[in-house]
């Protein structure tokens, strides 16, 4: 997988640049002061592109999950579709996965990530063992680690709670 610190590309959510002006301009500002090209996802529901964009795994591989997210669940009209993938047309492959997976319930490293339990209930009709050997084969890692989802977070995403600080170390 391609750890966060390793991407040179960001994908922002157009309707942030409405929305919250000032923080879309400090970002543009301050990615571009570090070479990082950013492109803009026109006609998305959300502004976390983050949880519904697909997962880089190699140079020019992508796996785009199932989005699905419970909480979103009573409010279909913030959910944003699989037609996302087209702004990934001409990076490389995308994989499709029927898994259901936020893409912000996922902090990686090179061969490891992190998940919160949620991704258990979400996909009940698979049994723990082959969830976690499919989500291993698909993001090309070794070791798969799941947390414990805190209670009163209704997203229960790992990206809010842990971060790797490099390949050997995380917080």
């Known amino acids: 997988m391609i ?3 390793e991407h040179n590309c960001v994908f922002l959510a157009g309707m942030l640049r409405v929305r919250h002006q000032e923080l879309h301009s400090s970002l543009l500002r301050i990615l571009s002061a570090h070479r990082v090209e950013v492109r803009i996802l026109e006609n998305v529901r959300d502004i976390w592109a983050g949880d519904y964009c697909p997962i880089q795994i190699g140079p020019g591989k992508f796996v785009k999950f ?3 997210p419970d909480y979103l669940r009573e409010t279909p009209e913030l959910k944003t579709g699989d037609g ?3 702004a990934f047309r001409g990076l490389g492959s995308c ?17 490891r990530v992190i998940l919160t339990e949620k991704i258990y209930k979400e996909n ?7 969830l976690r050997d ?15 989802r805190e209670g ?3 997203f229960s995403h790992a990206d809010a709670m842990v971060r790797f600080i490099d390949e050997d170390r995380q917080r």
């Open 3 to 5: 750890p966060d610190w």
């Open 134 to 148: 499919r989500l291993r084969k698909l993001l090309q890692i070794d070791q798969l680690i799941t947390i414990p």
């Open 95 to 111: 994989r499709r996965s029927p898994i259901i997976l936020d893409a912000g319930n996922v902090v990686g490293s090179r061969g």
């Open 84 to 86: 996302v993938t087209k």
């Open 124 to 130: 009940r009709d698979i049994s723990r063992a082959e």
């Open 152 to 154: 009163y977070d209704p």
């Open 66 to 68: 199932r989005y699905d």
